[in-house]
């Protein structure tokens, strides 16, 4: 299966952990690598060549660091633009039907913030709802999110770690061994890949 | 009194200077200001002029024949096609209506015999088209309903004119007089009917086949020459050549000249034509209406005041029962149709011709036609006063409003966005505007350039932007902005300067060369002012950025955050530059601002940081929580 990294962060300049995750992707076999803020720093998105890239892809990844519990402008933009009703929802909105879903995430926060009892009030993946159901909407199946806790804090080991996991990830969807079923069973796809390590 | 051409140049002149404003002022409109004018020099007030007056309307008629063919070059054949229904419904009935009408009552009321009847109703069922439309056109209401179907039944009865001419001598019953009259001399005279007709239809196919295919390049060789008086000789050569060309064949010169000016409404030349035939056309008609003023008989007039007093009357009422008539048949708004046919009920400048040609072939006396003709005269001086009388008492009274939607119905080609200078730098501008669907109106001083652009579909007219009229007629009083984008910088400061004396409603983007004609126009107030290279120069520094492997949306912010500051800086230094004028000089300054610029680019807000992304601050405030947490158990997976 082939897979679409949609990759959104206007001032990489000044980042460390999403610097570090999406380097060597562009080169992955089966992984078509979009940089979206440098393919349009003005942000002209041009939609038909968006749609063209989804459709021939099977999995769609938006990778972002998430800022204000949304994504940056440029993604949400994307969103609006190429998300057409009759192309990707509505009645005779059928080119995203049954492909997968899933954000790839930094949060600066830690994991133990994002509960409803903590610092942020909510689960990550209750933040992540309009996400989640514009995929739903879009006959897509949204995947658990694949989240980097603690990017304002983490080290250079623990980046490495993510960054591994993720690739794990990638792979699986490249050979098809991925499981989606069992995917779902998780809050995080970082603990489905945990597993599959395990077993 | 005695004189040259001199004096009587000056007589003439003298009192339209005099009298028009004067009118203008008191609110008569300046055809009544010419009117009075002509009454006053005449032979029976001052008496600067004598009997010559008639002479004078004679030439002074060519002042139609021009109007004529400036309403042409206003109609797109495809706007006439449009007015079919007015021209040939509204005006034929209007001329057969009213020719029996008034040939009836004629017929009951005097002595006169049925021909002789007849023959005055189709001469006073025309109404004047000199009057009628430049009242209009000053009024503002040429292009509103009343002001197209009035143009429409005039331009019925140029064409009406011809047959009435054809039928006048079957009507003779007296001697025919003298002929010497100058519309029966043509050279088709002695040929059968056949070969008249022919040669009628070659003459008006010449006239089309020529406007289209030939005049362009004539122009464009023409105004290649950049000699401007040779265009302006040009084209008055043309309309004189379709006047002496249609007199030969025996048709209305006026409707030659209409004809060849709709036939040119295309033409790229347009504008250019419409400017330099406007001055003739004004003076002429002008003079045209002085003469008429002047020609008035008030000896006439006082002896048979009692006659003459009727039959103004009379015309007057009939022609405007029969018009607002018809004009309701024809579904006309009651305001329209008040002014409608308020102004077309009196006698023409045609009727003169009629009357006198009536003479020579015998249809009628010279006592029948004096009276007829002082009281055509006056009811063409009294219709300004009527359209007034209308305006200000009957219409505000008895008349509807007619709806904004009517308004805006009106024929108009006007584009909302005038672009002088539509050369690599204009066009840009312009097919940007065309790729958002606003088209705009186009001038370009380079002929080769208005002829390659034309050739792409644009609407580029050639001409001087910085003449005032050329921009009056392109629709700058009615335009919301111009753009200003002339690769001269001489020639856009005129074109700045002229617009703010002259439209000042209207907007102005101007493109600028040097930095001392950016300051100039900073101070002009404009609604925008453009340095020609900067933006460009600005992409390139970006794309160099981005080579040396910059991000390009942190490019893009510093480029827009960048030109702001620089735009800033320069609205500082230009104010500043009154003080320091004379220490600096001119060629130094360049330097020493770009100087200034670069130090300041250093501690200002053109390098700021987009803190908004930065997270060091909250890296440090949070740090204690993210150490809490650490602390407190695995950062990541629980259920791991």
């Not at chain 2, 030939?214 to 040009?234: K, N, P």
């Not at chain 2, 043309?238 to 000249?257: C, F, N, Y």
């Not at chain 2, 130090?599 to 908004?612: F, H, I, M, T, Y």
Request: hydrophobic fraction near 45%.
């Amino acid at each position: 299966m082939k897979t679409l990294i949609l990759f959104a962060h206007p001032a990489l300049h000044k980042s460390r952990v999403n610097k570090h995750i999406i380097e060597g992707l562009p080169a992955l076999e089966c992984v078509t690598f979009r940089d979206l803020y440098e393919e349009y720093p003005e942000f002209d998105i041009d939609v038909k060549c968006e749609q063209e890239m989804v459709e021939q892809h099977d999995i769609i990844i938006f990778q972002f660091p998430l800022f204000w519990y949304s994504t940056p402008a440029l993604l949400k933009e994307w969103q609006d633009l190429v998300l057409e009703h009759g192309w990707a929802f509505g009645s005779s909105g059928n080119a995203l039907k049954d492909k997968l879903f899933m954000c790839s995430i930094t949060a600066g926060g830690p994991r133990k913030a994002y509960t409803e009892k903590d610092f942020h009030q909510h689960t990550l993946n209750q933040l992540l709802s309009p996400l989640r159901q514009t995929a739903t909407l879009c006959k897509m199946i949204p995947l658990p999110p694949f989240v980097v806790f603690g990017a304002h804090g983490i080290q250079l080991p623990d980046i490495t770690e993510h960054k591994s996991e993720l690739l794990r990830l990638l792979e699986s969807f490249r050979t098809g061994s991925f499981d989606p079923d069992r995917a779902l069973e998780h809050e995080y796809m970082n603990d489905y890949v945990a597993q599959l390590k395990k077993s | 009194m005695e004189g040259g051409f001199l004096y009587q140049a000056f007589v003439y002149l003298a009192a339209a200077v005099v009298a028009v404003p004067v009118a203008k002022k008191v609110g008569l409109g300046s055809v009544l200001g010419y009117l009075i004018a002509g009454i006053l020099i005449g032979p029976f007030v001052f008496e600067f002029i004598g009997e010559e007056g008639q002479d004078v309307m004679h030439f002074a008629e060519f002042g139609v024949v021009m109007m004529l063919f400036l309403v042409g070059l206003e109609l797109q054949p495809s706007i006439l096609w449009k007015l079919r229904v007015p021209i040939l419904g509204l005006g034929g009935v209007q001329v057969l209506a009213t020719a029996v009408v008034i040939g009836g009552i004629t017929l009951l009321a005097t002595s006169l015999n049925w021909q002789t009847s007849l023959a005055i109703g189709l001469s006073l069922a025309l109404s004047s088209t000199a009057i009628v439309l430049q009242t209009l056109n000053e009024k503002g209401q040429l292009k509103s309903e009343a002001g197209q179907n009035a143009f429409s039944v005039l331009l019925m009865q140029d064409i009406a004119v011809i047959p009435i001419l054809a039928v006048f001598p079957l009507l003779a019953t007296n001697e025919a007089g003298t002929d010497d009259g100058h519309a029966s001399h043509t050279i088709i005279e002695g040929l059968p009917i056949a070969a008249q007709t022919a040669i009628i239809i070659g003459v008006i196919v010449a006239i089309i086949l020529a406007g289209r295919y030939l005049l362009s390049h004539v122009f464009r060789l023409i105004a290649a020459t950049q000699l401007r008086e040779l265009f302006t000789a040009a084209a008055l050569l043309l309309v004189i050549g379709v006047t002496l060309l249609m007199t030969m064949v025996g048709l209305s010169p006026a409707l030659g000249t209409f004809l060849a000016g709709v036939v040119l409404a295309q033409s790229e030349y347009r504008h250019e034509l419409e400017t330099d035939i406007e001055p003739f056309k004004g003076l002429l008609l002008g003079l045209f209406f002085i003469a008429v003023g002047a020609s008035i008989d008030f000896n006439l007039i006082v002896q048979k005041s009692l006659l003459i007093t009727y039959i103004v009357l009379g015309l007057i009422l009939v022609k405007f029962l029969i018009l607002a008539t018809i004009g309701r048949v024809f579904g006309m708004k009651t305001d329209s149709n008040l002014l409608f046919s308020f102004g077309l009920a009196q006698g023409g400048e045609f009727a003169f011709v009629l009357f006198s040609f009536a003479l020579q072939n015998g249809v009628m006396t010279s006592e029948t036609t004096n009276p007829i003709i002082a009281a055509v005269a006056v009811s063409m001086a009294l219709t300004p006063l009527l359209m007034l009388l209308n305006e200000k008492l009957i219409q505000p009274n008895f008349g509807t409003k007619e709806s904004v939607e009517r308004e805006a119905d009106a024929i108009d080609e006007t584009n909302e966005v005038i672009i002088a200078g539509f050369g690599r730098y204009g066009s840009v501008i312009g097919r940007f505007l065309q790729a958002n669907g606003k088209s705009a109106t186009y001038l370009d001083i380079d002929p080769n350039n208005v002829d390659l652009l034309r050739k792409y579909g644009f609407r580029v007219f050639y001409g001087d932007a910085s003449r005032v009229d050329l921009l009056h007629a392109a629709g700058a009083h009615e335009a919301k902005l111009l753009i200003v984008s002339v690769d001269n910088t001489e020639k856009s400061v005129e074109i700045v300067a002229n617009a703010k004396k002259h439209f000042p409603h209207l907007k102005v983007i101007v493109r600028t060369k040097t930095w001392a004609d950016y300051y100039e126009m900073l101070e002009e107030d404009l609604e925008g002012v453009y340095r020609e290279f900067s933006d460009g120069a600005l992409r390139m520094g970006a794309q160099a950025l981005s080579v040396l492997g910059l991000r390009k949306y942190r490019i893009q912010r510093s480029l827009k955050k960048f030109r702001k500051h620089d735009e800033k800086l320069l609205a500082e230094l230009a104010e500043s530059r009154h003080e320091q004028r004379n220490l600096i000089n001119r060629a130094k300054r360049g330097i020493e601002e770009i100087e200034l610029m670069i130090k300041d680019d250093l501690v200002s807000e053109a390098s700021d940081k987009d803190l908004g992304w930065d997270t060091d601050t909250i890296k440090r405030e949070f740090a204690p929580m993210f150490k809490e947490y650490e602390e407190g158990g695995n950062l990541r997976s629980e259920s791991e």
